[in-house]
């Protein structure tokens, strides 16, 4: 039971840490890992963000349907299976990932830096 309590601690601190980065651009981390998918100018459809980000597709409908009136991203029906959207970063959503990427990857990297001390500690 303390290794699960711990685990729950780390989690929410971490969290708390990440929305306190992102705060600054009114960005979730959901909202962050999709531009992450995104990134590289591809255009994903919403079945494909719900399968990486482990999210049921209403919950993906309304976390993009939000970025999108942030103008993070854009949303438009699939040519080839109009039951299908396509979801792409706008020019505005790339900026943003790319400039919390770089602090989100430093904390990342002093978390693991504190994880190999800690066990180097025990």
Not at 31 to 36: A, G, K
Not at 109 to 117: E, G, M, P
Request: aromatic share 6%.
């Amino acid at each position: 039971m303390k290794i699960i309590l711990n685990i729950f601690n780390s989690t929410n601190k971490l969290k708390s840490h990440l929305n306190h980065i992102l705060y600054e651009d009114d960005i979730t981390i959901m909202q962050f890992l999709i531009l992450h998918e995104l990134s590289s100018n591809k255009t994903v459809n919403l079945t494909q963000l719900c399968d990486s980000l482990l999210c049921s597709p209403p919950e993906i409908t309304n976390i993009t349907s939000r970025m999108q009136k942030k103008q993070l991203i854009t949303k438009t029906k699939n040519i080839d299976n109009r039951r299908c959207v396509d979801v792409k970063a706008t020019k505005y959503g790339n900026s943003i990932y790319k400039k919390y990427k770089d602090r989100i990857e430093f904390f990342n990297t002093q978390i693991q830096i504190n994880k190999l001390l800690n066990e180097n500690e025990l």
